[in-house]
């Protein structure tokens, strides 16, 4: 076994006083669901695991006027079972009890889940983030890319964005907040995702010495908002496409609207054209279709996933149409 | 003469009944032990530095760092300097240490070089031309045959049909020898013709296979009045099984060798490991208890359970432990082979099938592979079969449940059920109307049809295919399937005790199937005892040899030869019993734990008792299949099945859910109604998981496989499981014909019902199997497009 050190930290600021200056050398443990089979599988080897999970104010939900905050050491599991969570965000429910299976929901965290690596198979194959072969040819491109990016995809980075929680919490217009040496920031969470542009970058803003402390979810009460997801299997499978709405209506038209899209980019993605096509229109199959084809009209499929653009599609046409029909069952 | 014939239905207590299998408490509380379970005090875990390149040559390797790694026990290079690998994972050296994480750092520490050869990973369709027609073989030739593990029987037959380019020197026949060549290969070297002058050919990753014909097809094409084409294929899936293959082995002294191993051939193994360990196979002690799948690919020790000895043996005989990691399962140990097919079938008007062409190709990985038996279970007049085996670097392939059948089913019923559609028939009809091309089987198939389709609701959900679709669509298909199965060679030995305990020792084992069940149902209804009152043991070389669970005989032949033994060893008890009833042998019966004067309760004894006759000394007999000298024949050969599938297909996403599947099957005499049951349902689960979501996924630039974990290699989950029914055929003209094996056929069918009932739904082929959400698409938009 690759030894690494093993740190336990009490505190926030404990915590970010072990983390290093660059990624690779330390990682932060959390659930562990991902992590640990990453070093399993030697695709990671860090010197130091820094374990979270000792600190115990990076846990729980609390509502407020502002919103809702949760603890990026917040379960899946518990979070699915949150009153709060069911009651005012009906559409992350959902999108919880869709994801994994229940024994690794019991056990990975909203923040793990938002950091996850790629499952990209080049990348869990320990071929690299941005594949190549020696001559430098991209792998992905060239290679199996069925379940790989039809948008955002013109670099080197091909894999999509794992996270199926990120796509609603961004439509709901949550905030990430994160903490390092410097002290806390804040940021809308699509801006936390970033597409990497080579191997020592990774697929989000944090900094090798920060954590993610917290989620904080406006309040959605005026919200319309649904997650739906495709996938093959019934149960315990990466989505091929999914899509998260929030709508606010005036009358029976879209006043304002956030389309994300997941696992068809790098990142997850909000879809302007989505959001201009459908805003102050009724909706309806047509507006949903119309606004399905403004969200993929730049998708750039690759060799062997262009059938991933329909589905795209369906997902967001079909979201829409399940938000505005009063969202999660 | 005893008769060992089955009891009639008059006289069974347990035969045919549904009896829940008798390790089910075990098995669900957790308590049963696999291979994977055995940790023996002492334990050296073993690891196994595996090629990452598709195809290369192993230039050097320097194990001298990982030698000193504190806790390094043994260091073993499996495939040295020089050697050609042809797979992505291949075994280069193996080492054992005091735990895990230390063969792992010892894996790391050892350098290898290798040099990168071009490699092909694909199964495309070949470029015409493109198919090399086999010739001599050269020692490279043999020696790769060798390193894939070709089949002895298979290498022998190659070598006679095709000669050879050299004749080989001695040197290099024990040279070959010494490289794991069987006595029969180097006999047919020897004999080889020589046919020096093909030396030069260059090789090549496609292999004509023979060309066959039958009747006049060109003729029959010709007068055809409706001919459908078609594509259709199944892809190189894995086993998958999930408890990896491996083993544990100890050397007991110096030399005696114990081994725990994932098997499905418990009696097979001591006699393969026998010659790489030079010791004789009396001195290897071979257990398992239960087995986590094998479906076929678990038959032999393998390199990883012959080296796993030798890092024993080099480790002061320490038991070492090697199970295969999930990756490696998925990428070495055992592959089905794709077949794909372009099929041009043709029929006279009313359905009368008159003519078949297919031009098929498909991989094994480095041995190429054959051709699926096509046209499948219908004996069409005409028929032309042309066949090219692509040779590539995949991985080598192993017997997958009904070896080459499933892929056979896909090929022809969707090509059949096509040009049923083509016609505008209902499939039941158009199959009924040809049933008379499957020959023997005619009546049971005509049989299973009729209650096939009335299980299915067939009648209420068959549509034609639809011109056009909205909205989620339904649709039903169906197949045929065929299977031999007649039982193994099997001995066992049955003790009866003085204090009335009985005991049955046989070498088999028992793959999840119900085997032991199976036994105890046969002994105790001949015996007329409780099941609970015979103690089976099994899983063991200690015990009387049974051959290995494959091709669907175990069945067969282990309730042959229990049944043998408990005939005889009851016939033995009578003898005994007799004179203290006052009555002769044959006058005796044994029912309900009693032995009996037949017609008079008055004289009776219990077993108990009955038993304290014998004297001092324990009964034993014998019981074996075959056996002639004990009449009749309690097996037979040759069982059929008709499968239906209901699916449900979202156009707009391609994603196919099966909703209901229906399974009808003949066996002969079923031993066990639950547990043979319950084989089709775990066979129509397996048949789903390969219709919808199982393939081996290369990449073309690295050779490797993608998908070598549980993630992107799919099962079905509970919840993409559909209502499953399955129908037995039992009574007049099913039990009398003996007792026939059932693991093969019911995997067979689904792919094909499947995928008709796809097409069904949609209106449109989808060619190859996994039908994944793409494929679906991009049938049906070229069929808008068309």
């Known amino acids: ?329 | 003469m005893p008769d060992y014939a089955w009891p009639d239905a008059e006289h069974r207590t347990f035969i045919g009944k549904r009896v829940t299998r008798v390790d089910a408490p075990v098995k669900v509380s957790g308590q049963a032990k696999y291979t994977y379970d055995v940790h023996p005090p002492g334990l050296l875990y073993g690891k196994v530095l595996r090629c990452p390149y598709a195809h290369a040559k192993v230039v050097s390797i320097d194990t001298s760092v990982a030698e000193k790694i504190p806790g390094v026990k043994a260091v073993h290079i499996v495939q040295g300097q020089g050697s050609n690998i042809h797979w992505a994972g291949d075994e280069i050296v193996a080492v054992a240490a005091v735990d895990e994480p230390t063969a792992e750092d010892a894996i790391r520490a050892i350098k290898v070089k290798f040099q990168q050869l071009p490699h092909l990973v694909s199964d495309a369709e070949p470029p015409k031309g493109s198919a090399q027609e086999q010739g001599p073989l050269s020692m490279d030739n043999i020696g790769d045959m060798l390193d894939n593990q070709v089949p002895t029987r298979q290498m022998v037959s190659n070598i006679q049909q095709y000669g050879v380019t050299e004749k080989p020197s001695e040197d290099v026949l024990k040279e070959l020898k010494d490289d794991g060549a069987p006595d029969p290969v180097l006999e047919a070297l020897r004999s080889a013709t020589v046919h020096p002058e093909a030396g030069n050919r260059p090789p090549t990753n496609y292999q004509k296979a023979a060309t066959q014909t039958v009747g006049d097809p060109d003729k029959a094409f010709s007068e055809a009045e409706v001919v459908s084409e078609g594509l259709y294929g199944v892809p190189v899936i894995t086993h998958c099984c999930l408890e990896s293959h491996g083993s544990i082995s100890e050397w007991t002294d110096q030399d005696h060798v114990f081994t725990h191993i994932s098997t499905q051939n418990v009696s097979g193994i001591a006699g393969q490991m026998a010659e790489p360990l030079k010791i004789p196979a009396t001195n290897i002690h071979v257990h398992q208890d239960n087995i986590g799948g094998g479906f076929g690919s678990k038959f032999s020790p393998d390199r990883w359970g012959i080296f796993t000895a030798e890092i024993s043996k080099k480790s002061d005989g320490k038991p070492v432990r090697y199970m295969l990691e999930r990756d490696a399962e998925l990428k070495v140990a055992g592959a089905r082979p794709s077949a794909y097919a372009r099929v041009k079938v043709a029929a006279q008007k009313d359905g009368t099938l008159t003519a078949w062409q297919s031009n098929s190709w498909g991989t094994g990985g480095p041995g190429g592979g054959g051709m699926p038996p096509i046209p499948y279970v219908f004996s069409i007049p005409n028929q032309r079969q042309e066949h090219t085996a692509i040779r590539n670097n995949i991985g080598p392939a192993r017997a997958w449940r009904a070896p080459n059948h499933p892929q056979a089913a896909v090929l022809t019923m969707c090509a059949l059920d096509d040009l049923a559609a083509k016609l505008k028939m209902d499939p039941v009809e158009f199959f009924g109307k040809n049933l008379n091309l499957t020959k023997a089987r005619e009546n049971s198939y005509r049989d299973e049809l009729a209650i096939a389709s009335e299980l299915m609701g067939w009648k209420e959900k068959w549509h034609p295919r639809p011109e056009k679709i909205d909205g989620i669509v339904r649709g039903v298909g169906m197949s045929f399937h065929t299977w031999g199965g007649r039982g193994h060679a099997s001995d066992c030995d049955l003790t009866i005790h003085p204090d009335g305990s009985v005991e049955l020792k046989m070498g088999t084992q028992d793959l999840g199937t119900g085997t032991r069940t199976c036994i105890l149902i046969v002994a105790a209804d001949t015996l007329g005892i409780p099941m609970e009152a015979i103690q089976l043991l099994i899983g063991d070389t200690n015990y009387p040899p049974s051959g290995g669970s494959g091709g669907s005989t175990t069945i067969g032949g282990v309730s042959s030869s229990a049944r043998r033994a408990a005939v005889d060893a009851r016939d033995a008890l009578f003898a005994k019993v007799a004179p203290s009833l006052n009555a002769q042998p044959e006058q005796l019966e044994c029912r309900k734990g009693q032995v009996s004067v037949k017609g008079d309760s008055s004289r009776t004894l219990s077993w108990k008792e009955a038993c304290s006759k014998l004297g001092a000394m324990p009964l034993t007999v014998r019981g074996k299949n075959p056996d002639r000298s004990k009449p009749p024949d309690l097996t037979n050969s040759g069982v059929g099945g008709v499968q239906m599938a209901e699916v449900e297909v979202d156009p707009e996403t391609g994603i196919v859910k099966v909703k209901k599947m229906v399974a009808v099957q003949d066996c002969g005499l079923v031993v066990d109604l639950k547990t043979a049951e319950s084989q089709c349902y775990g066979a129509l689960i397996m048949g789903i998981s390969y219709s919808l979501y199982e393939e081996k996924v290369m990449d073309p630039t690295t050779g490797r496989m993608l998908n070598a974990d549980m993630e992107f290699y799919r099962l079905a989950g509970l919840s993409d499981i559909p209502e499953l029914i399955v129908h037995m055929m039992t009574g007049k003209g099913y039990d009398e014909r003996g007792v026939i094996g059932l693991g093969e056929p019911p995997v067979i069918s689904p792919g094909a019902a499947i995928s008709n009932a796809v097409a069904n739904a949609i209106g449109v082929r989808v060619p190859f199997l996994p039908l994944t959400p793409d494929r679906v698409l991009t049938a049906m938009e070229q069929k808008r497009g068309a």
Not at chain 1, 61 to 70: C, E, N
Not at chain 1, 261 to 273: I, K, Q, T
């Open chain 1, 1 to 329: 076994m690759r030894p690494f050190e093993y740190v336990s930290p009490s505190s926030r600021s404990q915590a970010i006083g072990l983390l290093g200056a660059s990624w690779g050398s330390t990682e932060i443990l959390a659930g562990g669901t991902d992590l640990l089979a990453l070093m399993k599988d030697d695709v990671v080897a860090p010197k130091r695991l820094v374990n979270l999970k000792d600190i115990a104010d990076l846990r729980g939900v609390s509502s407020s006027a502002p919103g809702t905050r949760i603890g990026a050491l917040t379960t899946l599991g518990e979070l699915a079972d949150d009153e709060n969570i069911k009651n005012n965000y009906p559409a992350l429910s959902e999108a919880l009890l869709e994801a994994a299976s229940p024994q690794i929901r019991n056990m990975a965290t909203l923040g793990g889940n938002l950091c996850q690596r790629p499952r990209c198979w080049y990348f869990r194959n320990g071929l690299g983030l941005l594949p190549k072969d020696e001559t430098g040819k991209e792998l992905v491109a060239t290679g199996e890319n069925r379940y790989h990016a039809i948008l955002g995809n013109q670099g080197a980075a091909k894999f999509v964005s794992p996270s199926t929680l990120a796509p609603i919490l961004i439509a709901y217009g949550a905030k990430i907040r994160l903490e390092g040496p410097k002290g806390k920031r804040e940021l809308p969470l699509e801006k936390f995702f970033v597409i990497p542009k080579d191997e020592n970058e990774r697929e989000h803003d944090l900094r090798p010495n920060e954590i993610v402390s917290e989620i904080l979810i406006p309040p959605a009460s005026d919200v319309k908002a649904a997650h739906y997801e495709i996938r093959q299997k019934e149960a315990f499978d990466w989505p091929l496409a999914v899509t998260a709405v929030a709508l606010k209506m005036q009358g029976s038209n879209v006043q304002s609207a956030r389309i994300v899209l997941g696992y068809v980019a790098p990142v997850p993605w909000p879809s302007a054209e989505a959001e201009q096509a459908l805003v102050g229109k009724p909706v309806n199959k047509e507006t949903a279709q119309k606004t399905a084809d403004a969200a993929l009209s730049n998708a750039t499929p690759l060799s062997h996933n262009a059938y991933k653009v329909k589905l795209a599609k369906v997902a967001v046409s079909r979201a829409i149409l399940k938000a505005a029909s009063g969202g999660a069952a």
